[in-house]
């Protein structure tokens, strides 16, 4: 697997892993307003600093692959990867805009957030079915 490949594996695993634990206290309270901006805040320090140390951990296992030059295959499944994402999120803000007109809470905030969660996952999902499309 290239350093790309691989680092698109640990942002999936990431986002889908600190996503369920954001909305499992929402789905347990069966309330979608129930986080609020701490726990976002929480949210990115958390998936900031164990993506950096996953890179770390990578580049020093693998320091050739690291510094690898991008290849055509790399920008045309991130491109794609991209494309997908930026369809998802554009749903997700649609719907969070009628639910934002009907309702008056942190339900917004927590589904706009969700919604940029969701679209990197999906595009985190197609780049790496590309890769193991082409492998």
Do not use: C
Request: proline share 1%; glycine share 6%; hydrophobic share 60%.
């Amino acid at each position: 697997m290239s350093f790309k490949e691989i680092s698109t594996w640990i942002m999936l695993a990431l986002f889908a892993a600190l996503g369920f634990a954001y909305v499992s206290p929402m789905i347990e309270t069966r309330s979608f307003a129930s986080a609020g901006g701490e726990q976002i805040l929480g949210f990115v320090i958390a998936f900031v600093v164990l993506f950096t140390i996953a890179h770390i951990v990578i580049a020093i296992a693998a320091p050739k692959a690291a510094n690898a030059a991008e290849d055509e295959r790399d920008h045309r499944i991130e491109l794609y990867g991209e494309r997908a994402g930026a369809y998802a999120l554009g749903a997700v803000v649609l719907f969070g805009l009628a639910v934002a007109l009907i309702t008056d809470n942190r339900l917004f905030a927590n589904i706009f957030f969700l919604g940029l969660v969701w679209s990197e996952i999906v595009k985190a999902a197609w780049q790496l079915a590309l890769y193991r499309r082409d492998a």
